[in-house]
C-alpha cells in the first residue's frame, strides 16, 4: 500500500472513530428531527395540497410524486421521495444530455433541463420539490442537516476520499446546499460536505437550518 492510500485510510479510519464517540450528538439530532419534521408539516401542509393540484393541472396522466434510489449511511440504498418536477420518463433521457453537464465531478447538473415542467422549475427553483423527503426523515434514511444523498451511479466514481460523505446520514439540507449548492463543484461539495462531518454539533445543524429558511425564497443558485 503506497503513502498516499495509506493517509487517506487512516483518515478514514480516524473519522470513522471520531463519529462513534458522539452518541449523545446523534440521540439529540434525531430528536431535532422528529420535532423538526412535526413543525414543518404544521408549517408546509398546505404546500402539499397545492403543489400536487398544480402538478396534475399541467400532466393530468404524470404521477405527483417521484422516487429515487439513493446510497445513505455505510453505503446502504434507499429510495428518496420528491414532488415530481420532471417530464415523465426523464430518466430515460438522461444519457443524451450528459454532455451538457455544467458540474464537473460526479454529478450531473444544467441549469436549463429540457426535462423539467414549467410547475417543475418552480418548486425546483425554491426547494419545494423537496418536501416530501419528510418521510425519509421519518424512516430515519435522512436527517434534516447531512450531505447531499448520493446517486448510484455517482458513489461508483467515488474516491477513497469521497466516501468519507457515506459515514453519516445524508441530509434534506446541509453546509454545501447554505453556502452555494449548484454554483459549486463536486470538489467543494465534497470538502464542504467532509467539513460539516469533522464539526458536527447541535448549533451548526440549526445555523444551517435557518440558514435554509433563509435562502428558501431568495436563492437563485438551486437547479
Excluded at 400536487?52 to 434507499?78: C, T
Aim: hydrophobic residues 40%; glycine residues 6%.
Amino acid at each position: 500500500m503506497d503513502k498516499d492510500t495509506l493517509n487517506k485510510t487512516s483518515n478514514i479510519d480516524t473519522l470513522s472513530y471520531n463519529l462513534r464517540e458522539l452518541k449523545f450528538f446523534f440521540f439529540a439530532k434525531r430528536l431535532i428531527d422528529i420535532i423538526a419534521v412535526v413543525l414543518g408539516l404544521l408549517i408546509f401542509s398546505w404546500l402539499f395540497l397545492i403543489i400536487p393540484i398544480l402538478i396534475k393541472l399541467e400532466n393530468p396522466k404524470g404521477p405527483v410524486f417521484f422516487k429515487q434510489k439513493r446510497v445513505g449511511k455505510d453505503g446502504n440504498p434507499f429510495y428518496l421521495y420528491k414532488f415530481r418536477s420532471m417530464v415523465p420518463g426523464a430518466e430515460g433521457k438522461l444519457d443524451q444530455l450528459l454532455k451538457y453537464n455544467e458540474v464537473s465531478g460526479a454529478m450531473f447538473k444544467i441549469k436549463e433541463d429540457p426535462r423539467l415542467t414549467k410547475v417543475g422549475k418552480f418548486i425546483r427553483r425554491r426547494s419545494i420539490d423537496e418536501l416530501p423527503q419528510i418521510l425519509n426523515v421519518l424512516k430515519g434514511e435522512m436527517s434534516i442537516v447531512g450531505p447531499r444523498p448520493a446517486l448510484p451511479r455517482e458513489v461508483k466514481e467515488y474516491s477513497d476520499h469521497d466516501k468519507q460523505r457515506l459515514l453519516v446520514t445524508p441530509g434534506c439540507t446541509g453546509l454545501w446546499q447554505v453556502s452555494g449548492r449548484s454554483t459549486l463543484s463536486f470538489e467543494e461539495m465534497v470538502n464542504l460536505d467532509l467539513s460539516y462531518i469533522k464539526n458536527m454539533s447541535i448549533c451548526l445543524d440549526i445555523k444551517i437550518i435557518l440558514k435554509t429558511f433563509l435562502l428558501l425564497f431568495g436563492s437563485k443558485s438551486a437547479f
